[in-house]
């Protein structure tokens, strides 16, 4: 026996949704409010490194990762259009973009230490090392966006999307967003108040 749901019922699981992934960014925001805070408490140390250059890597992957949105949302609009051909081309570029940026964040990474800065030990700085933090904190949560982009295109090869239901499309779109805006609030923190 299959059970229906009802459209109020869709609604309601639809809002309940989109409401835990409000907290959850809310949340996010607060750790990465509390790491810049530190940042900014920091950079009146002695130590601190005022003519430290943000590594040229993180302005590709700062451009990568705001065409991630931009391919989600293009995805998301197919998805009501009913195009699911187009929904697969734009979710995959999301994923090839998605993984591009955490390699350009590991190319950057590897241009601080080649510039001979560490995270940690006699190379290290407490500069490079808030870099470290803030990069790598957001690294994690878009290693959570690309499980769930994963489990959105598996969902849509499953073909559990169409105009009518697009609430993991929705949700995965929003933390992308999320994702996109926070990095390039993060790094526009990094390049103008160092």
């Not at 950057?108 to 790598?136: E, K, N, P, R």
């Not at 992308?176 to 923190?189: C, E, G, N, R, T």
Request: proline share 1%; glycine share 8%.
């Amino acid at each position: 026996m299959e059970m229906t749901i009802t459209s109020d019922e869709q609604v309601r699981k639809s809002k309940s949704a989109k409401l835990i992934l409000l907290f959850a960014m809310v949340s996010m925001t607060m750790m990465f409010a509390g790491l810049t805070s530190a940042f900014v408490v920091s950079k009146s140390r002695a130590d601190w490194l005022s003519n430290f250059q943000i590594p040229i890597a993180f302005f590709y992957s700062t451009a990568v990762i705001i065409g991630c949105s931009v391919a989600f949302y293009l995805a998301k609009k197919a998805i009501e259009k009913g195009n699911r051909s187009a929904t697969t081309s734009f979710l995959l570029v999301t994923l090839g973009l998605g993984i591009l940026f955490v390699i350009l964040q590991f190319v950057g990474f590897g241009q601080i230490i080649d510039s001979g800065y560490y995270m940690t030990g006699q190379g290290s700085s407490i500069t490079t090392t808030f870099l470290y933090v803030i990069a790598l904190m957001h690294l994690l949560h878009v290693a959570g966006g690309l499980i769930s982009l994963l489990i959105v295109i598996y969902n849509h090869f499953k073909q559990k999307y169409n105009p009518t239901q697009t609430l993991g499309i929705e949700l995965g779109a929003m933390y992308w967003h999320f994702l996109d805006l926070l990095w390039v609030l993060l790094f526009l923190f990094l390049y103008f108040f160092k």
